[in-house]
């Protein structure tokens, strides 16, 4: 329920439907958060009360991203949904498609505020990253994958991924890399996926594709999830030609990509 389960897309009903089949399976037996991102305040609430009464232990939630607003807005957003809903943690996702990044100095700022605020998703700049490190090193940050070994270095504890929907494996030992201090190794890594995303996915971004787009795309090329590349109107999926050339460079590119079964 966060992009690449195209939260945008889906009515009440559905984000019901999809939460508590996934919490079925999964609440009480390992950490669970659910997305509960909605395009105004009282329907991230709801959706935050609905995932925390289901069993999730943690609800990442987005700022409302139609029109851009006041800074006191921002900051009285995330203090409403605590406060409507306080017994649950609550991670940002911190995206700049909200119309507004938030810096380590914007979360120092409400930290007293919102105190059930754990963690973010961290979508920036390194030097930004740096920023948010120093102005907000008690909350848990999570990067990109193909920054992670640097950030981890910074302070970052975990990725938010959608590459790993190709191979967990791969990206696991990635990660362990970083816990075991095998930097030099993490950073060829690395390079590899900066180079494989340059080739092979900013073509595709530089058309249009984004989010859902690219990531159920990267489920079908992993093949071992069930379901395939289709999006739901109005945003299109990948043409059959688009597609096909993505997997052709990433055969060449991150054969590791296809390995997993």
């Known amino acids: 329920t966060g992009s690449t389960g195209e939260f945008y897309a889906l009515d009440w009903e559905e984000f019901k439907q999809i939460t508590d089949a996934f919490l079925a399976e999964t609440a009480g037996k390992i950490p669970v958060q659910v997305g509960a991102n909605w395009f105004n305040t009282r329907g991230t609430i709801q959706r935050v009360n609905y995932t925390r009464d289901k069993g999730a232990g943690a609800a990442p939630i987005c700022f409302p991203a139609w029109m851009k607003m006041r800074q006191v807005d921002y900051d009285q957003f995330l203090v409403d949904v605590y406060e409507a809903v306080p017994d649950i943690a609550l991670i940002h996702y911190n995206v700049a498609h909200t119309k507004k990044l ?84 993490a950073v060829a890594v690395s390079l590899r996926l900066v180079k494989w995303h340059e080739i092979a996915v900013r073509p595709l971004i530089q058309k249009g594709y984004l989010h859902a787009t690219l990531d159920k795309a990267f489920v079908e090329i992993g093949g071992w999830l069930p379901g395939n590349r289709y999006t739901r109107k109005p945003h299109q999926p990948l ?23």
Not at 155 to 168: D, E, I
Not at 239 to 259: G, N, Y
């Open 239 to 261: 043409t059959d030609e688009d597609f096909a050339r993505q997997k052709q460079l990433t055969t060449e590119l991150m054969p590791e990509f296809m390995s997993y079964r």
């Open 102 to 185: 938030f810096h380590g100095q914007d979360y120092a700022r409400v930290a007293t505020r919102v105190p059930t605020l754990i963690g973010t998703k961290a979508a920036m700049t390194l030097n930004d990253f740096m920023e948010l490190m120093v102005n907000a090193p008690e909350l848990i940050h999570f990067t990109g994958e193909d920054v992670f070994p640097l950030s981890h270095l910074l302070g970052a504890k975990g990725m938010y991924t959608s590459w790993f929907m190709m191979n967990p494996s791969f990206f696991h030992e990635y990660y362990q890399m970083c816990l075991n201090d095998h930097y030099k190794e």
